[in-house]
């Protein structure tokens, strides 16, 4: 048992935080078309032929010339737009990218619970202890906290603490990590024939 | 997908991410005080001239590197 649980730790890592390769991948497509191009142009050069777009002498030319061509707000726009898109990048590579779930705790296997999975029974255990529509309960959950939201019938009262209790119960039954904290709203509103 | 896939997954946006950081951020160094930077690299290199810009800058460095070059060959041949 104790041999699988560093098996099951990196099971759990890989399903609740994101890989990123959507982003590699469309970096990777982008820096090989550039790359691409840019050695095509250079084997036209070197062969004496008409370039494509932009002989690679043309383009230093350009670059070093930038600032007598440009206007310096452009450059700086375009300079700031550039260092901001790189902060972007340093931000998706070194954040954790964590995935909508929860891990349940259990000893057999790698149990991870995706948080509309979570919502589902949230809101059919409260809409039970209110005695309402299971449309009627809206159930939002993120990281730490649960947000079940309840609109009540017209003239049927609806127990509070009681649909609080129950979502709790249902959260410590379920054992979830990181904790989920129950935040129950009823709304002031009552619809008819819900 | 293996842990090594996501490592690298990570680094490849990493490393770029920091060369874009680096590239605009010179760049707009560069173009915000233009005075300022062309009078370090005249101070720094002898090709660069006051107030000639980015372009300037890029051909002073240049010609630093080649002056440096001409001076530590002149030095090794005992000149």
Redesign the interface.
Known sequence: MTGHRATYQ?IIR?ETHS???A??IA??VI?ILVLAYLAVECVLAFLGQPALLLAPRDVLGAV?????NVA?SV??A?????????????????SPGRLPGHVGRTDRTAAVIDNRAIASALARRAAYAANLDPDRVLVSVSRRVADVRVQPASGWPVNTAAISDAVADEISRLDLTPALRPRVLVSRQAVVGA | MNNTNRVLNRLGILLLGLLLLVVGGAVAAASAFPDTVAAWATGATTGAKPGAGFGGLVGGALRGTSDVARQLDTALSGG
């Open positions: 990196r890989r890989p990123r390769s982003l590699a970096l990777a820096l070093v010339d930038l600032p007598a310096a450059l700086l375009a300079a700031l737009l550039t260092a901001g898109l790189g902060l972007v990048l340093v931000v998706a590579a070194l």
